[in-house]
């Protein structure tokens, strides 16, 4: 992975000094609290339901077994010993002291870490896909160029103040897996016809109140000019994008109101003066960049699957881990492992302190002592010799983060919902909690298959809900919590968004929902379908007949007028 | 006097901005006497009358307002000046490296407005090189550290016109 050069680690630690001076200032009176809330916010601080919550940079998902330690460290120093992992490559504390942050943050320098504008109106984290560098599929590793923006971004002077957030994800496989579709910008790396690395730009997509899927900008972007093509997305952007009302003001409002063609034909010409200027990315800086991702010193593995086939016959929950919690890997002998976040009864994407350094000391002696953050939620061992998966479970099981429910219905992505966040219209862990609660049995979770069910507590949908097959959006309908469902969402090459069934649901109702839902494919299914192949063959309308059987279907409430900072 | 940072220095400042209020049309508004920061729409309404005051006057742009049209008009003006409505409307650091960068606009450009502390290093790197900042707050302490935040940067940009990854390359 990437280490810091003595210049990256003066740029972090300047950003340590001027927030405690900024915390300083804002304690004397001399900030005011506006005049403070953009400063916190571009370094992760947000001002919650019980106390700051401290948003943590995880860049593009990976982390070093000694960054995981420190992460422990400061969650049980500083907060009530847990973190949450959001959806994107963020760790989330919830009960930090705001005097205590410059400390964190300078905790956090010591081990090339930060939480630079992991919030506010600027460039945020730059994102990817969990398997980036060992997936199969993969046309080529999206981490150098990652790493690339994220340096770009990191500081940048003409884009701090932003009509809105904006955020960018890359992948470089054939098979999406980090919503490029629904980013500010989204970047597929392709090989071109010359061989070389080539980005396809989407801009515009986003969730949020109003979802939208990208559009392409331009098919075909020669690495070189990344910088500068995002530079002119920006300013265009910065200049043109609404700021009068911050529901208004993401990008795809621009670009729908443009339309794309105008809207790449004002890129082009910005980009006309940008192009080859300075900004142009070297190979002598691609190569420096890249030779912090190349391959660890994989050993030639004996073959292992007869000895997998013999562990996974003579132990069932095994071979459910097996078939739920690892994943193909390019080298043969070798196999990606997701350590759940989604265990039963237990609020999606928490960790707590002890769990990280188990998942450290297991990246450690697996996993060439490194691991990364899946915007699922969950955690990825990305490198594990097949010869060690049984004992790596084993003890995997003992921390609590065995369960076998990776793509199947309890491995829900989910926001922190009404029980942290201000935003919220209705808590989503407990809908979770419930579902998990009702799916509990293994034979009958297995049964049911590949089924994603995401849960936003608002119409910001940080819990991604849209994208869900089965998506669970909390709403406020007279004051009181209510769920609206949507099905047929879909990540991927073809991410769509889902439709909502109609009216919403109390809490209470929610799981029976969920179980009709369920209850109608398994009655419709033919042989290997999974949910999602059975309700894109029937419909939705046997599904709705059976969730509202004896309900008046009136119209969708309307959500509430909120917006997340 | 109102105290400014330009170039470096605190400096007394003698110019005074003119600024439309409510009522105020830009074709009729009397023109003051002295040094004064016009607003883009007065130069455009009341060209002929600015330049015969005959004495040297500055050009303000509000956030919403571009280079683009006041670019052949660079010889008239002493300064240029961009409004920051509120700290956080960022367009103006667009507009000021573009009148860099792209226009070559080489002389006093100066941030008014809801100009704080914590912006002044991006202001600078974007090619401001006065600052007005907003009254009541401590310019000496902005003077003292708010340059020098950062001692290296990853972009390129008005200040730096090499991006980090070309000098250490070299
Ligand atoms: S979706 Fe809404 S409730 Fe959930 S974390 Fe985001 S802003 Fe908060």
New interface residues.
Partial sequence: MYRYNP?DH??VR??VE?FR??VA?WQTG??TPE?FR??RLQNGLYVQRHAPMLRIAVPYGLLSSTQLRKLAFIARTYDKGYGHFSTRHNLQLNWPKIEDCPDILAHLADVEMHAIQTSG?CIRNVTTDQFAGVAPDEIIDPRPLAEIIR??S?????????PRKFKIAISGTADDRALTWFHDIGLHLNAGMDGQPHFRVIVGGGLGRTPIRGQIVRESLEWQHI?TYCEAIL?VY??YGR?DNPFKARIKILVQALGIEEFARQVEEEWL?LKN???T??Q??FD?VSTFFTAPAYSPQADSDELLDHQTLADKAFARWIARCTHPHKIAGYAAVTLSLKKHGQAPGDITADQMDAVADLADRYSFGELRISHEQNIVLADVPKADLYELWQVAKAAGLATPNIGLLTDMICCPGGDFCDLANAKSIPIANAIQARYDDLDHLFDVGDLELNISGCMNSCGHHHVAHIGILGVDKNDAEFYQVTLGGRQGNNAQLGKVIGPSFSAQEMPDVIEKLIGVYIEHRHADETFLDTLDRIGAEPFKDKVYEGKVRRGKPAPTEKEAA | MARIIKQGALVDDPWQILALNEGDLAETVPLPTGPVIFPFDVWQAQREAVLARDIPFGLWLDSHQ?PEEIAVDFGHFALIAINFPK?????G???A?LLRS?FGWMGELRAIGDV????L???K??GFNSFALKAG??ID?ALA?AFT?????????VDQ??????R??A
């Fill in positions: 210049v003066a740029i300047a950003r001027q001076d900024q200032r001399e900030l005049e953009p400063l109106n340096q770009w990191t500081f940048h002077p003409e884009f701090a103040f932003l910088l300013r910065n200049r700021r003066h200027g300075p900004s990315l070297t002598a800086e420096r | 571009g700290f956080v409307d960022g367009r650091y667009s507009t490296r792209r704080l502390h914590d912006q290093f991006y202001m790197r974007c707050k401590d302490g550290t935040t950062w001692q290296d940067n990853y972009q390129a940009a016109k090499q991006p980090l990854f070309r250490s390359a």
